[in-house]
Every structure is written in C-alpha cells, then in structure tokens.
C-alpha cells in the first residue's frame, strides 16, 4: 500500500517537531515545515493526502481547490476559525479538530496559579502553623459570648462555635468578575479563556494577529494592545512564545504599568520574564504575587530571585512550581494521536472530531 502523504503545517522549534515525527505512524509519509509562505503550501498541496495545521494558519479555499487528492485536513488544536469550511465541504474534504490534552493541562495549570494567588494559599499555610494564642479576637466566639479583644484558645466546632479567618486576613480575593489578561493567545489562551468566562471574568488578551470578530465573540475575549491590557487587568498571564525579540520581555518598565496590587502568572516560555524584575516588584507591593511554572534557567537555578525571596520571607505570596503545567494523568505521549485520523483515513475508518 503506498504510504499516505502528510503535509504537517507546525510552527513550533526543533524539538518539537523532532517529537511530532518520531511519532508519525510507519506508513504515514511526512513533509514538515514550520512558517511556510501560501505559495510554498500551494507547490506542496497537489501531492498532500492529510494536511496536519497545529495551532493556527490560514487554510483557504484556494489551497483545498488546489489539494486534488486531499482526503482530510486536521487541526491539531481546538481552533479552526481560520479554515475555509464553506470550501472543505464543497470540494469534499472533512475537517476535524484535536484537543490537545497537554495544552488543556497548563490551562488548568494557570488556574491553579491564578486561584492559590487570589486566595494567598502559600503564605496562608504559616498561618495553620502558628499556635492560636498569638492571634487575637474581637469578636464573640460562639452564641452567648460577649465582643471582647483577647487571644484565641481552641474550642471544639459546632454550628455555632467556630473561629472564622482568627488570623484577621484582609487581602483574601474573589476570582469573580475579576479582569484576565492574556499575553500571548494560542492554544493554551484559548482553553483559559473558555474557563474564566465560567469564572465570571472580563477577559482580554493580545495576539500577534487579532482574532477575527466571530472567534472573539464565541471565545467571550476582548482584544487589547499589550499597554493597555497591562494597566487594565487584575491578573496578567504570560503565555508568550521565545523569540529573540521576546527576550525578557517583561521587564521592569512594563511591569511597572501593571495595577498596583495586580497579580502575575507564567506559563509560557520562561526567559520571556525579567524575574529580578518581578521579585522587586514583590518586596515593593507592586505586584500582589506572582506564580512561575517556567524559569530563564531550567532547572531552576538556586541563585533564581523569585526562589530566594520564597524562601526568606513566609509572607511572600508566591507559588514556584518544576516546569510542570503540561503534565497530566496520561503518562503515555500524545502525540502519535495527532496521526489518529489520517490512520482513519488510510483504513476507510469515520474521522474523529469532525467541524466539516
């Protein structure tokens, strides 16, 4: 059987289409590029089979005219707003979609952050360590009990006899019509997106290119420029990808025009934020805290600011996880799953995830 032809449209470094590859079923062909022009999709289009597109990319009508014996085109990804549909079903190609599990992990990932920032988890944890007589009440402690300013002694719980917040927190936050910013809308943006507005947030985010009105309208997300998203938002989330030009991004100057109290989240990739910078805004109570899951330096180094401020002072409303937001109950790689229905097709099987 001549093996199926795969045109596989991937716009992420080596490494990861080195991953992509190596899973590519043996009778599954692959011709891989990384930012092809329209014209080089055109010149290539003719020989394809399946056309794998991750992430996004124009699919228009003109390149499925031109795929003769294109029998699938697979987005790897959730988003297909920018594939001709109206196309793909008059020339009889099937479109599809493919979640990806790990990208939906730091999706998730980032509200771990978000939540246990607004919440201040990690310097509320000293609080459950400290004995209750070095906290001090004003207020009755059960039915019957007169106001009265003394130190707390435990008592047992009923209904009526509990010590509500007995450590007087008073910066304890509501996740709720909070405003998010998202720098940096892919794939990972995407599924955020789709959370927070169940969160009841007022989303906002920046993109290299904008979303065209539909998408934004169907996503409840509002396009902002990267300063005004910054001076806006509540919470920033920094999913940008690495380019030289993205090389600490995230400085000082910029972090500066975040709202005073607001709240940082990394998870995109790691050198894109000046951490020194960030760490300054934290011992200053410019930034209410801060939540990496990616370093300029991986493995973390120990010297890394955010690490030795986290470790001098308890109060420090910062979470530091290993690099880990991609991780997920699968232990297993995904990525020959992208293949999953150009296989289908080879073997005449129903295509899984249909748009079109």
């Keep these: 059987m001549k ?37 080089e999709v055109l010149s ?13 990319g124009v699919i228009d009508r003109q390149i499925i005219a031109t795929g003769r014996q294109l029998k699938l085109i697979q987005r790897i990804g959730s988003l297909y707003y920018d594939i001709d549909l109206a196309a793909a079903r008059e020339y009889g190609v099937p479109v599809a979609q493919h979640p990806i599990r790990s990208t939906i992990a730091v999706a998730e990932h980032v509200m771990m952050q978000i939540l246990v920032l607004l919440r201040r988890a990690m310097p509320l944890q000293q609080v459950v360590h400290t004995p209750p007589e070095k906290f001090a009440f004003s207020a009755p402690q059960r039915a019957g009990d007169r106001a009265a300013v003394g130190p707390f002694t435990s008592r047992h719980t009923t209904e009526d006899v509990f010590a509500f917040n007995w450590s007087g927190q008073t910066r304890v936050s509501l996740l709720h019509r909070k405003t998010v910013g998202i720098l ?78 607001a709240f940082l989240c990394e998870a995109g990739s790691g050198s894109v934020v000046d951490e020194q910078a960030v760490a300054n805004a934290l011992r200053s109570g410019h930034l ?45 790689s995904e990525f020959p799953e992208f293949y999953s229905n150009a296989l289908h097709v080879l073997r005449d099987q129903p295509v899984e995830g249909r748009v079109a």
């Design 184 to 261: 940096g809308f892919g794939e990972i943006g995407t599924e955020l997106a789709r959370r927070l507005w169940n969160w009841g947030c007022d989303v906002l985010y920046t993109k290299r290119v904008r979303l065209p009105e539909p998408a934004e309208q169907e996503l409840h997300v509002r396009f902002h420029s990267h300063e005004n998203l910054l001076r806006e938002s509540d919470v920033v989330v920094c999913l940008l990808p690495y380019f030289p030009q993205t090389d600490q991004w995230l400085n000082a100057a910029r972090i500066a025009m975040m709202k005073p109290g």
């Design 288 to 332: 209410g805290g801060a939540a990496f899951d990616t370093y300029e330096w991986e493995p973390i180094k120990q010297d890394n600011p955010l690490l030795l401020l986290a470790g001098s002072d308890p109060a420090a409303n910062i979470l530091l996880t290993p690099h880990i937001g991609s991780c997920n109950d699968v232990a297993v």
């Design 44 to 56: 290539l289009i003719p020989q394809t089979d399946v056309l794998i597109s991750e992430r996004t």
């Design 3 to 39: 093996p199926l032809s795969v045109l596989y449209l991937c716009p992420l470094g080596q490494q990861h289409q080195e991953w992509r590859l190596a899973a590519a079923p043996s009778d599954v062909q692959v011709i891989m590029r990384r930012y092809p022009s329209h014209s």
